[in-house]
């Protein structure tokens, strides 16, 4: 082989070493990306479970008092008739 040959088959080796290098890259840069969301997405859906709950025991509490109430009501009907 020539040394320009040889020159050629250097720079392309390199070529194709930069493309891969550049490759993988951005597959690590999306995956990071991915990630992100992903965190992003768990992070809400925690806050929004967490603020569910919170509603449910607003609303379950005021179930009890609405029931305590009605019992209430019913013990002084009862003594009444």
Do not use: W
């Given at each position: 082989?020539?040394?320009?040959?040889?020159?050629?088959?250097?720079?392309?080796?390199?070529?194709?070493?930069n493309?891969?290098?550049?490759?993988?890259?951005?597959?690590?840069?999306?995956?990071?990306?991915?990630?992100?969301?992903?965190?992003?997405?768990?992070?809400?859906?925690?806050?929004?479970?967490?603020a569910?709950?919170?509603?449910?025991?607003?609303?379950?509490?005021?179930?009890?008092?609405?029931?305590?109430?009605?019992?209430?009501?019913?013990?002084?009907?009862?003594?009444?008739g």
């Amino acid at each position: 082989m020539s040394p320009k040959s040889l020159r050629g088959s250097t720079t392309f080796r390199f070529d194709i070493s930069n493309i891969q290098t550049s490759v993988e890259g951005e597959k690590h840069s999306r995956v990071r990306l991915l990630e992100g969301i992903l965190h992003n997405l768990e992070s809400n859906l925690n806050e929004i479970s967490g603020a569910k709950n919170d509603h449910f025991n607003v609303l379950a509490g005021k179930i009890r008092e609405l029931e305590k109430s009605l019992e209430d009501e019913v013990e002084q009907r009862e003594r009444i008739g």
